[in-house]
């Protein structure tokens, strides 16, 4: 890597996770409010109308943002500089090795990561590879627990937070003036979407579905097509119920390529 490539891609994460800029300030919504307040909020913004926005402000903790341990109200990535750091190295080490195939994210939420995945390829003018968002935009699902057991108290569906449209996402990709054709969107439940992805071959896969069932799902129907020399990559390898999920598919494809740790939520191995 030249010194170009360095400083824009170390711009861009930092830039992905607010770091530069240190994140003081949070969106309020009128729902956070209790009936009294909600009535005096809404008479105030309609007579300020769209002039005001309510904010409170927080204390930016920057280890917390390296880890990837908070949950950014501005920023549009929450992984943190150490995973996108790991990513970055992942995609790198393909590319060096000439290791085949696209990348792919499962999991996208405002979309930095993938964001990222585009960075790289663009700094080195790689234009033979896809980049792959698979979420359904519209947060997690309903947990399944007849076929998913492990799933049954997971609450994740009701975290609005997590649920960020596919405008939004491309928005989002068109701040860094990276949407372009290399930049695919699987719109939908993995169970529905993945197993008929056109995808041939995959060089580096990042997993970042929370629960059991896509964790699972995206294993079953990705790892499969994940070249020799490739990575798989956990986000949420910290949580039961996707570390569950990854132990039975390793268990059950008798896979025991070293997993290492990334940080103290993520982990990766690397396909031998």
């Not at 992905?16 to 994140?23: H, K, M």
């Not at 393909?94 to 994210?105: R, S, W």
């Not at 039961?240 to 993520?266: L, P, T, Y």
Request: net charge neutral.
């Amino acid at each position: 890597m030249n010194n170009i490539e360095k400083i824009y891609l170390n711009l861009l994460k930092q830039c992905l996770t607010y770091y530069i800029w240190g994140e003081t300030i949070q969106p309020i919504e009128i729902t956070e409010f209790n009936r009294f307040k909600k009535l005096l909020m809404t008479i105030f913004l309609k007579v300020f109308g769209n002039n005001v926005k309510l904010v409170k402000s927080f204390s930016f903790d920057p280890e917390k943002r390296r880890e990837g341990l908070d949950w950014p109200p501005l920023a549009h990535t929450m992984v943190g500089l150490k995973r996108l750091d790991n990513l970055q190295f992942c995609i790198e080490d393909v590319i060096k090795n000439n290791v085949p195939g696209d990348l792919i994210e499962t999991g996208v939420w405002r979309g930095g990561a993938s964001i990222l995945m585009r960075g790289v390829l663009k700094a080195y003018n790689i234009s033979d590879r896809n980049v792959w968002l698979a979420d359904s935009f519209e947060g997690l699902p309903v947990p399944n627990p007849e076929k998913y057991p492990n799933d049954r108290d997971d609450n994740h569906h009701k975290i609005s937070f997590l649920a960020v449209s596919m405008e939004e996402v491309k928005s989002n990709f068109e701040k860094y003036d990276l949407l372009d054709s290399q930049v695919k969107f699987l719109k939908g439940w993995f169970k529905d979407t993945l197993p008929n992805a056109p995808i041939e071959k995959l060089a580096v896969i990042r997993l970042d579905g929370d629960m059991y069932e896509s964790t699972i799902n995206s294993l079953e129907n990705l790892y499969p097509k994940l070249s020799k020399g490739g990575y798989l990559i956990v986000d949420d390898y910290a949580l039961e119920n996707c570390r569950k999920a990854v132990q039975d598919f390793r268990s059950a494809h008798q896979i025991n390529d070293e997993i290492i740790k990334i940080d103290s939520i993520g982990v990766y191995w690397q396909r031998k």
